[in-house]
DNA sequence: TCCATCAATTAGCAATTACTAATGCATTAG
DNA sequence: CTAATGCATTAGTAATTGCTAATTGATGGA
């Protein structure tokens, strides 16, 4: 068993856990289950479950998913807090604000009529 | 010459040009500068001239830089609405608001005592 | 004019990736 | 107990990736 993997960047591990249409996929499902088991992440997503379990492996590595075993059945939620170093390093190139304070303005004049 | 390319999803053009670390390398000093020319990328980075071309091109194609071609200098600048496709993506995730939320409330107690 | 510089493109390469099929190990059902 | 199910892991693969070295074409300076 070899541990030692010269852990990269965090933000290009979640960017390249997250790169993959698939496993985007898998990720965005899991995100919209509360819980979700790896035979029901298979179903209707046109790979094996062999596939499927390595998609959570990568995903579970970046930090963006957790498991919880019960019974036979191993059971995954999304992380959110996984997405973190991809929102601190657009914050660092200027993205949200300016975006976000539009809507925020928007937001405000809304409440404000 | 093939101009066909079948244009993957948006997200996952970004994510792909972002995940490398040396691209992303590259994106990040193109946004620092206001424009900066190909020699001055490839002036330590550590790959070759020819290495940085390529990541110029996909970065262009991902909608991430645009460029400026003046005598024998090709001058590079960020294009930031290049990363629309990954705020909207987060966003739907749920991401920006709870964490920034949060920021605004520190804020706005901040401004009150 | 001749030579240096800038940048894009190409061929070739080693490394990595996403997948399948197969296997093994638990766990539950009959 | 036996069979079926859920999941992880492995070996093997075809495709893709990131790089270099080399070439080409254009522009600018002496």
Known sequence: ?????????????VM???ADPTR???????????EISVAELTRG????????????KSLKQAGLVAE????RN????AAPQGLE?????MDHYGVFWRE???????????IDS
Chains 1, 2 share one sequence.
Do not use: C
Request: glycine share 4%; hydrophobic share 45%; charged share 25%.
């Open 74 to 77: 191993v059971y995954y939620r």
């Open 100 to 110: 976000r304070f539009q809507n925020l303005r928007d937001l405000l004049k809304e």
């Open 24 to 34: 985007r996929a898998v990720f965005e499902r899991v995100f919209d289950s509360k």
């Open 68 to 71: 919880r075993a019960e019974g």
């Open 45 to 56: 997503s046109g790979v094996t479950q062999g596939a499927i379990s390595q998609h959570l």
């Open 1 to 13: 068993m070899d541990m030692i993997e010269a852990a990269p960047n965090p933000v290009t591990a």
């Open 85 to 89: 170093p991809l929102v601190t390093w």
């Open 16 to 18: 390249r856990a997250l």
